[in-house]
């Protein structure tokens, strides 16, 4: 399995190309925000299925046993 987080729970790794300017901006704005990168790309992804659910309904997620 995958290593455990302070907070008990793990997130399996997700490899993710982008360019080195929007590297650059990701960092720019997790530093802003006192974040991390990685965590500030949770928030981004997080805020934008948020707002695609308010507009369209919930998103189907099948749970893994």
Known sequence: GFPMNRYGNYYPPFSLRISD?????LKYLAQ???????????????SYVEQYEAAHGPIPVQQEP
Do not use: Y
């Open 32 to 46: 802003e925000n006192h974040r991390s990168t990685n965590k500030q790309l949770e928030f981004i992804l997080a």
């Open 21 to 25: 300017e929007l590297l650059a901006k």
